[in-house]
């Protein structure tokens, strides 16, 4: 079941107080720069999965751990209103062993060979 509105988005107060502290580090960067492209002079590392995406953390990063490390995301504009664990994945993929068939020739097992019958 989805949150209620009136209770708004819930973000954690020390992730705010992280972006906040970033914005007075480098008010330049946050004022104008993060809106023409310039990079993020920082990473911001959280545990906040669960936090929703504001439109101010538009252009920041953020190193969301996965359980393991802390997988780097910079937000886009895209990405508001969804929670930072969506982009941070805590499993693997598995990687299935390709066959190898570069021969191309069908392989004949060496026991039942002089049984072909043509």
Known sequence: ???SVWKGPYVAVNLLRDVIDLAKRHPAWWSQGRFQGVKAPEIINTDCR???I???FLH????VHNGKDYVP???KEAMIGHKLGEF???KKQP?????DNSTGA??????TEYLSFA
Do not use: A, Y
């Open 60 to 63: 920041c990063k953020f190193g």
């Open 1 to 3: 079941m989805p949150r």
């Open 106 to 111: 069908k392989r004949i097992n060496p026991k």
């Open 50 to 52: 669960s936090s929703v």
């Open 88 to 90: 941070s994945l805590t």
């Open 95 to 99: 990687v299935h062993k390709t066959k």
């Open 73 to 75: 995301i910079d937000i």
């Open 54 to 56: 504001l439109p101010d």
